[in-house]
């Protein structure tokens, strides 16, 4: 995983000087005026990432498991940087690369909810198991109590 995080990185730093070639002969625009709303976007889920990424690092520090939400932000925010910074500099790709990681996080929520409602399913069926063994065993004392009491009266 370390390696996936590796290219990631690189891949952002490596289209940062691309923006720049972008915007160079432009004297009067910039990419914060013509894709702000990219721009912000790109901000914000950078930093995101890198606040997955540090939690993730600081509980394998402490020899703690790292939780799944985590690992999941990391791994889908990471190529959404790249994608929106290729976005803003070739948006025909960038928008076509947006929606294959669309497909990319439909996938994973939907793998994620089916292991939520499975690990469900299977407490309650534990939770149905015990209350089937209690609902047993009092009726095996209640039969022994009865039979007790029948015993004594005659």
Known sequence: ???MHAILTFLVLAFVPFLQLKYYNKHDA????DNSTLIFAFFI???TYVAAMVTNIK?????KDC???IISISLLFAPL???LLVTIIFPYLGWSLLVIWCGFFAKLTLVEMVHKVAR???SIKLLRREANKDD?????QSSVVTNNSVDSIV
């Open 67 to 69: 939780p799944n939400i």
């Open 1 to 3: 995983m370390g390696a």
């Open 59 to 63: 509980l394998r520090i402490d020899d």
């Open 136 to 140: 047993q065993v009092n009726d095996d």
């Open 45 to 47: 889920v950078t930093l």
């Open 81 to 83: 940087a790249s994608i």
């Open 120 to 122: 469900y399913a299977s």
């Open 30 to 33: 910039s990419p914060f005026d």
